[in-house]
């Protein structure tokens, strides 16, 4: 398994400000993941961050958006900026070991109001 | 047609109770399935893979049928702590997780 520890758990932000959530990860892992998980619905990867290279986006999401770093190969961070109320939902981040099963992070509950 | 479809739920069965989940998908290029839990305001967690010829663990037994596109979860002797989402999810063949495809989850509830 893995042990990921993601900060912050949950935060309350006015509109038009970014926040910034911490992952980190208790061993070194290639990929690190980004997911969004809205009310009622399943989860969405974000984005895929790789040490020394640019995030990889999905489809709908856009970095100037959700800017993302990787650091190092146990760290990253996922910025969700100029924030609006329809960005209010859960963020994780996540992990493999290289057997398709994926460790998430406690996750951040977000509120924008 | 969605990718993964769940029933939503809520199941509320009662202790002791046997509860089935089935989840259909529509790529038929997935070839690896999984069943997740998720505690509520908690992570997913991975509960079990789905093997072709089925598997089981303990109270919990995972089915999947190709021709149909469906998977399925059985509990057997629901217990309190069972309550929780139950995450269908697939991966298309030699995909890595990270194309991970979520269905939204069916709820159960156990009561007493």
């Known amino acids: 398994s893995a042990v990921i520890s993601q900060k912050p758990s949950r935060d309350i932000c006015q509109r038009g400000t970014s926040l910034t959530i911490q992952c980190q990860v208790d061993?070194?892992?290639?990929?690190m993941f980004w997911y969004r998980q809205q009310p009622g619905q399943s989860l969405t990867l974000i984005a895929t961050?790789?040490?020394?290279?640019?995030?990889?986006?999905e489809s709908g999401f856009v970095i100037d958006k959700f800017p993302i770093s990787r650091p190092n190969l146990t760290f990253s961070t996922l910025t969700v900026s100029n924030m609006s109320p329809e960005d209010s939902s859960i963020y994780l981040c996540?992990?493999?070991?290289?057997?398709?099963?994926?460790?998430f992070g406690q996750g951040t509950r977000l509120t924008v109001v | 047609r969605k990718e993964v479809e769940q029933d939503p739920g809520p199941f509320n069965v009662p202790e002791g109770a046997t509860v089935a989940f089935n989840c259909t998908y529509s790529?038929?290029?997935?070839?690896?399935f999984f069943w997740y839990r998720q505690d509520c305001r908690k992570e997913p967690k991975l509960l079990m893979s789905v093997y072709s010829s089925g598997n089981e663990d303990g109270r919990f037994t995972a089915q999947l049928n190709r021709a149909s596109q469906y998977i399925s979860l059985l509990i057997r002797d629901s217990k309190l702590s069972d309550s929780a989402t139950y995450l269908c999810v697939v991966l298309p063949s030699g995909a890595g997780s990270y194309q991970l495809t979520f269905g939204k989850g069916t709820k159960l509830s156990v009561i007493p």
């Open positions: 961050a790789n040490q020394g290279s640019e995030a990889t986006y």
């Open positions: 061993s070194q892992v290639t990929m």
């Open positions: 996540s992990v493999d070991r290289g057997r398709l099963e994926a460790f």
């Open positions: 790529n038929s290029a997935s070839q690896s």
